[in-house]
């Protein structure tokens, strides 16, 4: 859920599975890179399971990071494939990947297989590079493998009796901060429902959320 705006387990199952199908077109397979600048909707699921179905890893961009940030991040990762949205693509920085903008492109898309890929991807494989805060210099790619998530996902079933206690996961943090990632894991491997919180940058730079409502 986000706003308004819901997506069942099969809608999204069947978008995320056409993008991959597009991807795989690509050539995006095992360990190749796409980055993913998009704005916070539930299109960004779909995006997100889309590479990871295409076997590839995903590395998140988020549009509001400082343009030299971005351009760093861009630079290291050498993203083969960047997935974005039209209006984005004048603010990004200058990089070789190939760009695909969802909104635009999803036409063509959408003609693609609705069926589960198969990826070839094993445990041992990327499922995204996450980037530092920098503090320190300049930010480090972590490379997080399918292992790594899956390891994590099934220590938080049982620590936390997900599949029994939790039926709303209620998402706040920014894609391009690791959180997320743990935070979509844990709603949709458990079958529960991800509520996203909308961001609103304030003028002083951070940010709030609000309006975020679960079901109890």
Known sequence: MFGNQKLTYQQLNCRANQLAHYLRSLSVGADVLVGLCVERSLEMVVELLGILKAGGAYVPLDPDYPKERLAYMLSDSQVSVLLTQNKLVNQLPEHKAHIICLDTDWETISHKSEQNPVSGAVAENLAYI???????????????????????????????????????????????????????????????????????????????????????
């Open 130 to 216: 996450i980037y530092t805060s920098g503090s320190t210099g300049n930010p480090k790619g972590v490379m997080v493998t399918h292992r790594n998530l899956v390891n994590a996902y099934m220590a938080w079933e049982e620590t936390y009796q997900l599949r029994s206690l939790c039926t709303s996961h209620l998402q706040m943090a920014s894609f391009s901060f690791d959180v997320f990632s743990g935070d979509m894991v844990r709603a949709l491997c458990s079958g529960a429902k991800l509520v996203f919180c909308p961001i609103v940058p304030l003028r002083t730079g951070k940010a709030i959320c609000f309006n975020a409502k679960t079901e109890s």
